[in-house]
């Protein structure tokens, strides 16, 4: 099953990753001042899973690479490089249909 984990990043802040089934890392979120923060930015992630909400990019080295954006345009999180587009067009399918059902796994 799918899970949101939070956790606390290392400048003492937090931050939440969403994992597929697999346990594979999809996204990885921006980091949060507040534990309130982090799990609002999960609950914009589970409804943010319109094709709009996700900006298609490649990285300097021209790996293809994806980031979640919230309904009022904020970046919500980053994925991992791919090694294709295909393959970050599947992430995408992936954090778009797990988002909404993945459980959450407070780790702080």
């Not at 939070?6 to 594979?24: H, I, M, S, Y």
């Not at 999180?77 to 993945?102: C, H, L, Q, T, W």
């Amino acid at each position: 099953m799918a899970k949101y984990t939070v956790k606390k990043a290392t400048n003492v802040q937090f931050r939440w990753t969403l994992k597929a089934g697999n346990g594979e890392i999809l996204i990885t979120s921006e980091t949060y001042v507040s534990k309130q923060s982090c799990l609002a930015g999960i609950a914009s992630s589970r409804i943010s899973v319109a094709d709009s909400n996700f900006k298609r990019l490649n990285s300097v080295r021209n790996e293809p690479y994806f980031n979640q954006i919230a309904n009022n345009y904020q970046v919500l999180g980053a994925s991992e490089m791919y090694s294709s587009s295909f393959a970050r067009d599947m992430g995408i399918e992936s954090v778009k249909k797990n988002a909404p059902i993945a459980i959450i796994e407070d780790l702080t």
